[in-house]
């Protein structure tokens, strides 16, 4: 298997990454990284056990002292040297994750630059933890805040940008001066690797960050959240899982941040530039072949423009070419593998079942890999089960409405409030309708929110806390205060 011109499978490193060595798992397994557009298996990688999550905590526990008291500005440089090998393997990078993934390639190339991003955001934030000094209101002493970092880190991510969801973490934590276990997706566990390997290439200190695939993932991820001394969670991925490690994290009261999942709705008002408006539908369902948390899941257009941004969002996605994400012509690769093409399949055909109006796609793809075609539904009833679910894949339900109200309550109506996103000439309207939504971000007039400079996260059941941005950092710091008497 080659991953590209300059990355074969003998080139990648797929041992368990611990206390700065690459080591086998304690009980020698190992599992298979299979490639989503041909179903082949790529290579094979360490799977972690129980004992290897002590070794790991052990290491981070050993490191934990010396990385906190590392000057903030040698925290900053390892950080910004990190970045700069990781923008000079960029492609390497972006071809190991199309290999594992399966997304297009110029979806690789974008998350790799994104994922790159947050080492250089956080060497800059890493000399910027400040604290605060007040005079108590009785005047009798003072209040003294400093920033200490949170402790030892456990880092879960998932399969869907196997980059960027691991920097998002492992950035900030470096900053705030943590040291860390990550335990990347089965699906993808080779990208963290070779981000590991940049990590040790850049002079992180051994036991700071260690990786550890496993595929018994509740096993090992349990062990580590009931050691004491772990006090840190922070975990992307599904609301089902994130709910279940809510449960395990309250056992020894570790503080937790929770990427979860997201319901996405894209609001149109017939006031909007249509054309802007479908550009900005494509990316906000189309990036990453709509597996993305922030995938536009369900479309809300305003009645007289409801079958006009259907017909044209049905004929770009129609255009797009569909194959290999290694192949430079594809624009959407295959879904990550056979169960997420059987959900997205069902629940296009309870919709079509229910009376939606198909625009184009609607099936599988009938060819080695786990491909579905680009799907528009039109009049899509307001009960059918795709407007209630994470779709994860390259399908746009639509749905025509009346009234701002209307749109705002359809748009609200879901456990989920991680992004949303609004379509309108009419700036005011955009605001107004943007703080009526209940979601942690709203792009308006935009397909993409994600940027490392800024707050990333949800409300409602998609989450606790702040990725990226300052707040980002401020995750992995627990404001320690001095009361003082001078
Ligand atoms: P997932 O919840 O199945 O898995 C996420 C991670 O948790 C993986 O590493 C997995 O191995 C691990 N895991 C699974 N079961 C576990 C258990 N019982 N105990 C401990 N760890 C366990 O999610 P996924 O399928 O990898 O990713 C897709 C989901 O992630 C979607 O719901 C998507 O919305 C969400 N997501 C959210 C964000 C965000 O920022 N909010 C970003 C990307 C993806």
Not at 368 to 380: E, H, N
Not at 409 to 437: C, F, I, K, P, W
């Amino acid at each position: 298997m080659t991953t590209g011109a300059a990355m074969t499978t003998r080139d990648l490193p797929t041992d368990l990454y611990l206390d700065g060595r690459w080591v086998p798992a304690s009980d020698t397994g190992r599992f298979d990284v299979t490639d989503p557009s041909t179903g082949e298996i790529i290579t094979s990688v360490a799977d972690g056990t129980v004992d290897d999550a002590r070794t790991a905590v052990d290491a981070a526990d050993r490191a934990a002292a010396g990385w906190a008291q590392t000057p903030p500005r040698q925290r900053a440089e390892v950080l910004r040297r990190t970045f700069e090998l990781m923008t000079d393997r960029a492609e390497q990078l972006a071809r190991l994750i199309t290999a594992e993934n399966g997304k297009a390639l110029a979806d690789a190339r974008g998350e790799v630059a994104y994922a790159a991003e947050f080492f250089r955001w956080y060497s800059e934030e890493a000399v910027r933890a400040s604290g605060t000094v007040q005079t108590a209101p009785s005047g009798a002493n003072r209040i003294l805040v400093v920033p200490q970092p949170v402790g030892i880190c456990v880092l879960v991510t998932p399969w869907n940008f196997p980059a960027a969801m691991a920097t998002r973490k492992i950035g900030p934590a470096l900053a705030a001066g943590c040291t860390m276990v990550l335990k990347p997706a089965s699906d993808t566990p080779l990208t963290a690797l070779a981000i590991a390997a940049i990590l040790d290439e850049a002079g992180v200190p051994p036991g700071t960050v260690n990786v550890l695939p496993a595929r018994r993932s509740g096993a090992v991820v349990s062990a580590m959240l009931h050691d004491p001394r772990v006090r840190k969670l922070s975990f992307t991925g599904s609301t089902e899982v994130g709910r279940v490690l809510l449960k395990e994290a309250a056992d020894h009261v570790v503080n937790t941040s929770m990427e979860l999942g997201g319901n996405a709705p894209f609001l149109v008002f017939a006031d909007t530039d249509l054309d802007a408006a479908v550009d900005a539908a494509m990316v906000a369902k189309m990036r990453n072949g709509g597996e993305a948390c922030t995938a536009a899941n369900r479309f809300y257009v305003e009645s007289p423009i409801a079958a006009e941004f259907a017909a044209r969002l049905g004929s770009r996605m129609a255009a797009l070419h569909v194959g290999p994400g290694l192949d430079e012509r594809s624009q959407l690769g295959p879904l990550i593998n056979e169960p997420a093409v059987d959900k997205v399949a069902t629940l296009v055909d309870d919709a079509v079942a229910a009376g939606a109006q198909l625009v184009t796609g609607g099936a599988r793809i009938d060819r080695p890999g786990s491909y579905f075609q680009p799907t528009v539904l039109a009049d899509v009833p307001p009960d059918a089960a795709i407007l209630g679910t994470e779709i994860f894949g390259p399908v746009a339900p639509v749905v025509a409405f009346d009234a701002e109200d209307e749109a705002i309550r359809l748009a609200n109506a879901t456990e989920y409030g991680l992004v949303s996103y609004v379509h309108t000439g009419d700036l005011a309207r955009g605001l107004r309708v943007g703080e009526a939504l209940e979601s942690g971000m709203v792009g308006i007039n935009r397909g993409v929110v994600s940027d490392p400079a800024a707050p990333f996260g949800g409300v409602k059941e998609s989450g606790i806390g702040r990725e990226g941005g300052h707040d980002g950092m401020l995750d992995y710091l627990e404001p320690k205060y001095l009361a003082v008497d001078w």
